[in-house]
């Protein structure tokens, strides 16, 4: 099974509305990122959550990570069209100095004008 | 903030053929690079940690032999397919991780290859 599971696995929304992404894990994470992707490109970072109950925003989009460490959110409020591509959640199972990131499959947004 | 760039974007090759695909952190200084591959529509897979000066650490059920990872400095990773086939196909991207500091991976802009 998934270790990471993200949803929705894609979203369709109107120019200014807010929405949600989630990303759950089965087990306890030393991290979770927020990264975005365009297709067919490379990741862009977004954001970097380690402490339960963290919460950091940039611009319009906000992201949290429970207290338990097992689940983030990742909000965007007033989306634009220059919100729309891929959204990937990567987390750090390991908590070691050499960490890999295993990724969720991924959020396709889209953003109607 | 961290450049990685990734060099080529794009290449196609015939099968049988072998293409290196070059991974470097062009602003900081990075003792592990990772590399993944991207399936149509589906999410990143690991393939391996590439550590400078020492053997790359594979996934499970990837080929060391298909795949030659050599990370010959702190700024450059090389990920070379060997005798490439149709179904090596896909988008190959690496990352870095700054020797200092409690960062992020920074990820490249990826490579699409096909093989014909």
């Known amino acids: 099974s998934q270790e990471l599971e993200q949803s929705p696995q894609s979203l369709i929304v109107q120019e200014g509305k807010n929405l949600t992404i989630n990303c759950t894990s089965s087990k306890t994470l030393y991290g979770l990122y927020w990264y975005k992707q365009k297709y067919g490109e490379g990741l862009i970072f977004l954001m970097m959550l380690q402490k339960g109950g963290e919460e950091k925003s940039h611009e319009k989009i906000t992201a949290k990570l429970d207290e338990k460490k097992q689940q983030s959110s990742l909000h965007i409020t007033a989306s634009q069209p220059s919100h729309a591509g891929i959204y990937l959640c990567g987390a750090d199972f390991g908590g070691g100095s050499n960490y890999k990131l295993t990724f969720g499959k991924g959020t396709l947004l889209t953003v109607n004008p | 903030g961290a450049v990685v760039s990734q060099h080529p974007s794009w290449v196609i090759c015939k099968s049988g053929t072998s293409v290196k695909i070059e991974c470097r952190s062009l602003d900081f200084q990075a003792t592990t690079m990772f590399w993944y591959r991207q399936f149509p529509k589906q999410s990143l897979m690991l393939m391996a940690t590439?550590?400078?000066?020492?053997?790359?650490?594979?996934e499970q059920g990837v080929e060391k032999d298909k795949f030659l990872i050599n990370h010959a400095s702190l700024t450059l990773s090389t990920l070379t397919v060997t005798s490439a086939h149709p179904e090596d196909s896909s988008f190959y991207i690496c990352?870095?991780?700054?020797?200092?500091?409690?960062?992020?991976?920074?990820f490249g802009n990826g490579t699409r290859l096909t093989v014909t």
């Open positions: 990352s870095a991780r700054s020797i200092n500091g409690n960062s992020p991976l920074h």
């Open positions: 590439s550590n400078e000066g020492s053997k790359a650490t594979y």
